[in-house]
């Protein structure tokens, strides 16, 4: 069982900017994603990164504004936010992958773990 902590949420104004944080309870060989999810709306893939680090994957949402990184050594992958947005509010989530690559990196059901969540608000 792998354990997922989010940090690093908050409230911004737009064009702001966040990082969010999601540590690992072990290190893992997993690709790692983050998706949202707004009240009344679908979980949605953000972005993913392979358990090398080396690829990538973004939603058109979110390209050019977001940039996903993790860091192994330290268990923990990050989400950076640039040109915040008040439609990027929602609930932000971590995942870890069934696969090391990013294959079906979209997919919620790609996910075999998950994290609790922390809430992103930009204000306009």
């Known amino acids: 069982q792998v354990q997922l902590v989010e940090s690093g949420g908050g409230s911004v104004q737009a064009g702001g900017s966040l990082r969010l944080s999601c540590t690992t309870s072990?290190?893992?060989?997993?690709?790692m994603a983050w998706f949202r999810q707004a009240p009344g709306k679908e979980r949605e893939f953000l972005a993913a990164?392979?358990?090398?680090?080396?690829?990538?994957n973004y939603a058109d949402s979110v390209q050019g504004r977001f940039t996903i990184s993790r860091d192994n050594a330290k268990n923990t992958v990050w989400l950076q936010m640039n040109s915040l947005k008040p439609e990027d509010t929602a609930f932000y989530y971590c995942?870890?992958?069934?696969?090391?690559?990013?294959?079906?990196?979209?997919?919620?059901?790609?996910?075999?773990?998950w994290g609790q969540g922390t809430q992103v608000t930009v204000s306009s």
């Open positions: 072990i290190r893992t060989f997993y690709a």
């Open positions: 995942a870890a992958s069934r696969y090391s690559d990013i294959s079906y990196s979209t997919e919620t059901g790609t996910y075999r773990f």
């Open positions: 990164i392979s358990s090398s680090g080396i690829s990538t």
